[in-house]
């Protein structure tokens, strides 16, 4: 199989999706009661959601009570939650004490911070969160180590120590930022995806109806340079967002997190996503088809050949 195969093998139509984001909604009066009564987390949310990750943990780590901090963080614990889709996001941030790690976990002493939480972000992908797509039958759980333990460093919009049950970051009120010049370069990222999914279209279609292998290997070219360049402008789009939650960005109110809720508003967030998934998809088949497996990543071959 040839990758441009693996690309039009499962072929769909793209459009603009525009998705409800409570990022430019009033903030609401209370916070989710489906988490919290008195400002306080429901005693089912607590327990379940320290059950979920120690259970995980415990199956290829010693001691994960010694060396994890558990916190809810983001909109779903903000006075943003109404506008939440269903079922409604849950984010909960890890920090990892690594020293203590280490100490219990000696097999992996030469490892680095990051290698880490890469490794533990990968079981987490691959074992944790499917088993948590409806937790309580209401919300997505997702877990996630970040680089950095201290979760106020992160700048999140709210931040809940489950195990002190206590808020580290309290919510507040503020609401998006206003700011023209924003909104322009915003909507250059909505007219590029716009452009990228008209010649995908263009060339999903010519790709269909070729006369002759000439002509369809023209079109398959001209298809996998929109699908790649749309997987590489939501990279961009992405990664980016990443820099608003550390030491040096500004949380909520930077731009690179106003990019990111603005292209979920307009749509070109959730279509690039899926050209993005169509060249990660395509990528992984030609791999398994060709070498009998999905290639590693290079991080994950650098973590295997430290652990040995």
Known sequence: MNYYKALTEHLSDI??????????????????????????????????????????????????????RIYLAGSGVSYRWAAQR????????????????????????????K?????????????????NESFMGTFELTFYVNLNPDIEALRPYA??????????VPPSDEEAPFNPEWDQATLSDTEKASEIIKRYTIAMSQVKSAANDSMRLNAEVALANAVHQGSALYKDIHESRKSAFSPSGQGFSDFANYRWQAGKKSGAVNSLKKLHGMAEEASAKFSTETYGMELPSTDTLIRRSAIK
Do not use: M
């Open 115 to 131: 290698e880490i939480a890469a490794e533990i972000n990968q079981g987490f992908r691959n074992e944790l969160h499917p088993r």
């Open 159 to 168: 931040a809940y120590s489950v195990l002190d049950d206590s808020w580290v």
């Open 15 to 68: 459009e603009l999706e525009p998705t409800e984001t409570s990022y430019f909604s009033k903030p609401d009066i209370g916070l989710d009661p489906r988490l919290f009564r008195d400002g306080r987390l429901v005693p089912e949310v607590h327990n379940g959601i320290i059950s979920e990750l120690h259970n995980h943990l415990k199956l290829g780590y010693a001691e994960p009570d010694a060396w994890t």
């Open 86 to 113: 269903d079922p409604a996001d849950l984010d909960c941030l890890v920090s990892v004490d690594y020293i203590q790690f280490r100490q219990a976990n000696q097999e992996y002493k030469h490892w680095s911070d």
